[in-house]
């Protein structure tokens, strides 16, 4: 067995053998948040290996003595830039862990505790930074994709709570790439949490992934919380929480932010956000978001992409 597969595999052992008890963290008591951590990091190394592994098999079959070789060693190659990954998500989230502690996620969700959607806008204020006010649509433009994204008069009922459906398609050169359906839902205290989504992403017409769906409560996946009725600076929240599937986090840097897109502006009077999700170690984006309308700018902070707000339409 190669030296490198050895080790990984060792690394699989103990990662495994490690345990519950084991933690990051300097924290004395439950440690619920380290040991998620711990959890998925032993389940990338075992997705890790089980690729490796079938690729190896799928190289033997390669007649050519060269041909086989070369197969192994990106087969090899490709293990090593997996286990990477996974140490790179796993720091990015112990590093979560650090600031949201270690109690296990599991935030209250019951139907009394929530708003009914058709109310929002009438009887029930909205929230000032995403209101969900049914019959808007909301169009974006970067340098090469177009999203719309329309709250409808539909609801979802998601563990007895009632949510706003919300739709979200992504354009490029007049192909969809992208269909989501969104469940949003106001608590009684106006923030919004985020119930889950049905995603897929196509190519030429076709729908190629669903990685990113989740609903709450189903299979262990958690509401996020999507935006605070009061946010303050620094406050650091789940968006949502599928571990190994849907895991974005979002931090309050700035609400003094200014902005300027062809729909809308704000000058010193934005909410700032930056994103991030430890599924994409890499990934962070900055949004700007303006009360009464919602996000009117992300920027993408590796590429410098930026996705601005081009038109409001409001229909009954």
Known sequence: MNNYVKTACLSLALAALAGPAASHGRTSGPQACSNTTKAA?????????????????????????????????????????????????????NELCDVLGQTPYDPV????DFVNPDDIGGSVA?????PLIAGRTLVYESSDETTTVTITHETKNIDGVPCRVVTD??????????????????DIYGNVWYCGEATAEYEEGFPVNIDGSFQADVDGARPG?????APAVGDTYRQE?????????????????????????????????REVTPLEPDAMEKKFYKQ????IMTVDLVTGNRTELVEIIDSP
């Open 169 to 186: 398609t992504v354009e490029a050169d007049g192909e969809l790439v992208e269909d989501t359906i969104d469940w949003l839902a106001q």
């Open 292 to 295: 009464g309308i919602g996000n």
């Open 126 to 130: 909205p929230n000032p930074w995403l």
């Open 109 to 112: 969700f019951e139907t009394a």
């Open 41 to 93: 990091f032993a389940a990338c190394l075992n997705e890790g290996l089980d690729d490796f592994w079938i690729g190896n098999g799928k190289c033997q079959n390669e007649s050519e003595a060269n041909e086989r070789g070369d197969c192994l060693a990106d087969n090899r190659d490709a293990l090593k830039d997996f286990y990477q990954e996974c140490r790179d998500q796993r720091d990015a989230r």
């Open 225 to 229: 919380l999507l935006m605070k009725a």
């Open 241 to 273: 929480f599928d571990l190994g599937n849907a895991e974005d986090a979002a931090t309050v840097i700035d609400l003094h932010g200014s902005a300027n897109t062809p729909a809308a502006s704000c000058a010193g009077d934005c909410l700032v956000t």
